[in-house]
Nanobody, 115 residues
Framework: QVQLVEPGGGLVQAGGPLRPSCAAS????????MGWYRQAPGKQRELVAR???????NYADSVKGRFANSKDNAKNPVFMQMNSLKPEDTAVYYC?????????WGQGTQVTVSS
């Protein structure tokens, strides 16, 4: 079993940055695809950014050019840099590690962007 913790959320003004992290109970990032998801009130959880085991990245259209996901397999935690934040980015952000039948989630961190 792997536990994930995501410190680094918080309250920020529109246009500002945040850098949440994803800390795993074991340094195992090389064995899993790593993703960030978010869920806003009244909405479904959606993919924000994802890095595959081989390092390919993809982003939701709404965050392209503003968010940068990174995964250094030798380091723990890993980070997502979020720049030029918008009020519509307000949500609970979740870290996910997954491959095959294995899928682990963090408890989430609140990101609130004020206008």
């Amino acid at each position: 079993q792997v536990q994930l913790v995501e410190p680094g959320g918080g309250l920020v003004q529109a246009g500002g940055p945040l850098r949440p992290s994803c800390a795993a109970s074991k340094t195992i990032f090389s064995f899993y695809a790593m993703g960030w998801y978010r869920q806003a009130p009244g909405k479904q959880r959606e993919l924000v950014a994802r890095i595959t085991i081989v390092g390919s990245t993809n982003y939701a259209d709404s965050v392209k050019g503003r968010f940068a996901n990174s995964k250094d397999n030798a380091k723990n935690p890993v980070f997502m840099q979020m720049n030029s934040l918008k009020p519509e980015d307000t949500a609970v952000y979740y870290c996910n590690l997954g491959t095959g039948p294995y899928n682990f989630w963090g408890q989430g961190t609140q990101v609130t962007v004020s206008s």
